[in-house]
Each structure stands twice: as structure tokens, then as C-alpha cells.
């Protein structure tokens, strides 16, 4: 039930963007959004009497929660709305689901982890999709629709597998590491908004929708998955229940944004979500292989 409903907010968050943009501009959406999270994950820490945790981290812990608050709210997100600002939702949601590709790759000089034939095949596979959804099927052409999009997208799942990878060494509760992350995040987020925008707040449907993107997109959603982890058996149990995600967000952004989804975006998707299943399915295997005697 967590991981059901998980996957359903996250595959409303797209058109929540693409809705909030239209009042919004990227830095002020992630400011809103930003200090919604912060008062959101503050309260689940609160509910699950968690706080005390906070005071537990020693200056270094703090240092590095802060690091990571720079890329993820910060970088992560302003590259993500931006993206999304310049793109259809059809086509920026399915390229940054490509993260999990990106972190297969980034973990090969970073964890020094080895990648196999059938792996690297996968991979291949991913990033058809993506060329076949960012030249809307034509793909021989390589014109892409918008190459600054197109790069944005691609660039937040670099930013976002970073942050992933930097985070496999910290051993604090997943929760309060968040709340940090946000909390630090924010004074970046309110200086470039200061700078290049304006923090003025207003009283439109922009506000609603980053109050939605905060609450949900930025914390309850994360806080459900790592329930659904927690009470299943086996990871792979809640995990396939991923790939549901983007098709459904599909029919949210036909429905919600407005757009005509097109065959490429289709087609294009399946070849994402095909790569990522049989990249974990090659990574599993490979695992099992290396553990045997």
C-alpha cells in the first residue's frame, strides 16, 4: 500500500511542474516548494519523535549535510524546473528517468564497481529511447526539439546520481539526513532566487502547486517509499512497482497538462524503461555470480 501510493504522487509531480511553471519561474517554484519540504519533513520528524536525531551530528556530519543540500535541493531541482520549463512534460519526465542508467554509469569510476557486456547493452538500450523521444521518432535526423532541454534533463539525472552516490556511506536516519540536505539547500535556493528572480510570494495557483510539489514530491512521498522498504521482505517486492510510474504519469500530463502525448514519447519510454530492467536484472546476476565460491 506505502509503495502503491509513493508511485502514484510521484507520477503526479510532473504535471504539478509543468502546471506550477506556468505562474512560476524554476527559482521560484524551488524556493516555495523548498520551505514547504523543510516544514513538511520537520513535522514527520516531529510525528515519529525522530528530532533528537538532529542533535547527533558533529560539525563534519553538518559540513557534508550541507554539501549535499547544495546539490540536492539546490542544483538538482534548478536544473530539473528548468528543464522542464523549456520542454514538454512528455518529454522531460521520461529523460530524467533515465538517473538510475546514469547512476549504473557513474558508479563504475566513483565506487569502482565493474559493468558487464549485458549491462553495457542495457544502457545502449536506455539511451535509444532517449534520442527516439527527444527528435519526436526521428531519429536519423538527430534534430532535436530543444537541445538545451534535452541536455537540462539529462544533466539533473547526473546531479541526482551524484547525490546518491555520495550518500551510500552515510549512516544516519534517511529521514533527518533529508530535513538537513533541505535546510541547508534553502539559503542557496533564496540567493539565487534573490539574485536572478523575485522573492515576492504570490497568491496564485504557482503557490498551490509548489506547496504540492513540497509536501509531496519533496517529503511525504520519500518518507511512504522508505516505509514501503522497510515493512516488504525484499526490496524487489515494492521495486518493480517503479516502472509503472512514468506511464502513468503519462496520463496524468494528457489529462492534467493538456498535452497530446505522442508515439514517440511512447515508444521512446518503453526503451528507457526496458534498459533500466534489464540493467538491474544484469547487475543482480552478476552480484550473485561474483558471491559464489
Known sequence: MFAAVTVLLWSTVASAFK????YLDPLQLLL??????????????VAQKRLYLLRRY??????RAAALGFLNPFLYYVVLFKAYDLLPAQEAQPLNYTWAITLAIL?????KQKIGLKEFGAILISYTGVVVISTHGEVLSLRFGNTTGVLLALGSTVIWALYWIFNTKDTNDPVAALFL??????????????????VSVPFNEGLLGAAYVGVFEMGIAFVLWLNALKLSSTTAKVGTLIFFSPFLSLIFIHFLVGEDIRGSTIVGLVFIVAGNVLQQLAGKNRNRRERQP
Not at 35 to 41: F, M, P, R
Not at 58 to 63: E, T, W
Open 181 to 198: 540536505n533541505f535546510v541547508f539547500g534553502l539559503p542557496f535556493v533564496l540567493a539565487a532566487t534573490a539574485l536572478f528572480s523575485n
Open 32 to 45: 516555495y516548494a523548498n520551505v514547504v519540504s523543510v516544514l513538511t519533513l520537520f513535522l514527520v520528524l
Open 19 to 22: 502546471l506550477s511553471l506556468r
Open 58 to 63: 558533529s560539525g563534519a556530519a553538518l559540513v
Open 107 to 111: 558508479s563504475i569510476p566513483l565506487l
